[in-house]
Antibody, heavy 122, light 108 residues
Framework: QVQLQESGPGLVKPSQTLSLTCTVS??????????WSWIRQHPGTGLEWIGH???????YYNPSLKSRVTISVDTSKNQVSLRLSPVTAADTAVYYC??????????????WGQGTLVTVSS | SSELTQDPAVSVALGQTVRITCQGD??????ASWYQQKPGQAPVLVIY???YRPSGIPDRFSGSSSGNTASLTITGAQAEDEAAYYC???????????FGGGTKLTVL
């Protein structure tokens, strides 16, 4: 059973770079048909899709974050990474990684990691 | 429009049936998926595609779609179903994912 675990600093200073890693276990990132996604949730609010990536490089980003976001995959480590720069207090959120299934009419995220809270503060 | 609209809050009596809806123009082209999120926990997929449940999801959860509206129905709501429910689908480009604002379900 595939499991995802986010890791990274819980505190980032304004104007700096937020860097998170999602480690995938129980399956390979190279499994056909799946993208790997980052989603965030601001305190007390809903879910915001950040972007997703196929292991071969096909990548899509939320247009509102595109100028600041990079998602990458390390197949040797079975990891997906997120970089967001520069950050402001508005980027304080719980960040989740998730596996994404996409076909011509269905998109669904399953499973999800447990999430990691990142606070942007000086 | 590339938005998904959900009612902020819905309530249901224990054991009764409740329908949670998600509206968006893109739902005419793409199915919605539904997620349950309990406080302090990650979202869990409960319905995807035409009406499919991942392994381990009770059969009291079902999904349907008509026009620009997708629905999640819980038949015989249980106390443990009290949670926030989010729909997701794609935007007009088909390349980006979008989420509804979420519906907080209270089981009375």
């Amino acid at each position: 059973q595939v499991q995802l675990q986010e890791s990274g600093p819980g505190l980032v200073k304004p104007s700096q770079t937020l860097s998170l890693t999602c480690t995938v276990s129980g399956g390979s990132i190279r499994s056909g048909g799946y993208y790997w996604s980052w989603i965030r949730q601001h305190p007390g609010t809903g879910l915001e899709w950040i972007g997703h990536m196929y292991y071969s490089g096909d990548t899509y980003y939320n247009p509102s974050l595109k100028s600041r976001v990079t998602i990458s995959v390390d197949t040797s480590k079975n990891q997906v990474s997120l970089r967001l720069s520069p950050v402001t207090a508005a980027d304080t959120a719980v960040y989740y990684c998730a596996r994404v299934f996409l076909n011509y009419e269905v998109s669904c995220l399953d499973p999800w990691g447990q999430g990691t809270l990142v606070t942007v503060s000086s | 429009s590339s938005e998904l609209t959900q009612d902020p809050a819905v309530s249901v009596a224990l054991g009764q049936t409740v329908r949670i809806t998600c509206q968006g123009d893109n739902l005419r082209s793409y199915f919605a998926s539904w997620y349950q999120q309990k406080p302090g926990q990650a979202p869990v997929l409960v319905i995807y595609g035409e009406n499919y449940r991942p392994s381990g999801i009770p059969d009291r959860f079902s999904g349907s779609s008509s026009g620009n509206t997708a629905s999640l129905t819980i038949t015989g709501a249980q106390a443990e179903d009290e949670a926030a429910y989010y729909c997701n689908s794609r935007d007009s480009t088909g390349n980006h994912l979008i989420f509804g604002g979420g519906t907080k379900l209270t089981v009375l």
